[in-house]
């Protein structure tokens, strides 16, 4: 008798429950996808000038990703991010501290203010943040941030090259050679430069990714010398992967299409108009947010998710297609 009493107890609270859950759903409004609901232009008009400052942007890049589910993926693993004060580099270096990571950021000394904000984010996660500030145009930079990371965090697992610089032009003759020269050793000697060092201290598992862009496969009227880069790093990538795959590491690059980061507002070429209108032009009618960029560097970091990737470029650019 008792028996019973307690099998219809048991049917009736589950019952209630099921109807609670049920009646929950009916009055939770159904949430749009995340593709559906990132912020879209016009935003406002503004304009920064370089290196461009996170805090200051309207609407503030989200780099939370509150959808996201961690799973431990990086669990033990030592990062390092160049522009991880800010934008994607940001993103990921939150990212990689939730998956277990400790990481260490790179980043200019005038984006002091938007690396603090990183670092305690990535504390807040619980891992910790090494800060690395220094201009990695420079061959002693990008050595000494390597060798930093590997002195006071123990080791290097994983590097990101993902700091760059832009600026449009009108048409080749603006691009004056010092502009060049910047370009060229912010985005592609910077990356040689930190692979070549990093290398030295990587071992089996380990994962080089470099931030390419959709510039460097389509090209980009306005943007001849950082189109250039971009390619320079998808053929450097391949090239890499190649080289030291029996060393058991691998090296993928992302090609982001137009992203919402301090980069574009801080572009000299760039009016307050044409950022309110940014990324306007994508099949999905907006720029991606830095949120949905990061998940594909953790998939290329992992070795659990991507152990037979290599020498790719992964395309996150919005719809934008390409042949291949």
């Known amino acids: 008798m008792k028996a019973k009493q307690a099998s219809r107890t048991r ?9 609670r859950t049920a009646s929950a759903k009916r009055k939770t409004p159904a949430r749009k996808p995340q593709m559906q609901s990132e912020p879209r232009p016009p935003f406002p008009p503004q304009h920064q000038r370089g290196p461009g400052r996170e805090s200051a942007l309207q609407p503030r890049p989200e780099y939370q990703a509150p959808e996201y589910r961690a799973a431990g993926k990086l669990e033990g693993k030592v990062a390092l991010v160049t522009g991880g004060d800010s934008g994607i580099g940001r993103a990921v270096a939150v990212l990689y501290a939730r998956e277990g990571a400790d990481v260490a950021i790179a980043y200019l000394p005038e984006e002091q203010s938007d690396a603090d904000e990183t670092r305690e984010a990535i504390e807040g996660a619980g891992r910790r943040c090494l800060m690395l500030p220094g201009d990695l145009t420079t061959v002693a930079a990008c050595e000494r941030s390597v060798e930093r990371t590997v002195d006071e965090l123990g080791q290097l697992d994983i590097l990101v090259s993902n700091a760059a610089h832009q600026n449009r ?21 910077a990356y040689f430069r930190l692979a070549r060092a990093a290398l030295r201290h990587m071992k089996p598992g380990a994962s080089i990714i470099a931030t390419s862009s959709e510039t460097g496969i389509l090209g980009s009227r306005q943007l001849p010398d950082y189109s250039a880069t971009k390619g320079a790093i998808n053929a450097f990538t391949k090239a890499l992967a190649q080289n030291v795959q029996e060393q058991g590491i691998r090296v993928n690059a992302v090609a982001p299409g137009p992203v919402w ?3 574009n507002p801080a572009d000299a070429g760039m009016t307050p108009d044409k950022v309110a209108r940014f990324g306007q032009g994508n099949p999905m009618g907006r720029p991606a947010q830095p949120e949905e960029l990061a998940p594909a560097y953790v998939f290329l970091a992992s070795d659990a998710d991507s152990s037979y990737i290599t020498g790719i470029v992964l395309q996150v650019m919005g719809g934008e297609t390409t042949g291949g």
Do not use: H, M, W
Request: charged share 30%; net charge negative.
């Open 169 to 189: 032009k009108a048409n080749l003759e603006d691009v004056t050679d010092e502009e060049f020269d910047r370009t060229f050793k912010t985005n592609i000697y």
């Open 261 to 263: 980061t301090p980069l």
């Open 11 to 19: 049917s009736l609270r589950n019952t209630a429950v099921a109807t």
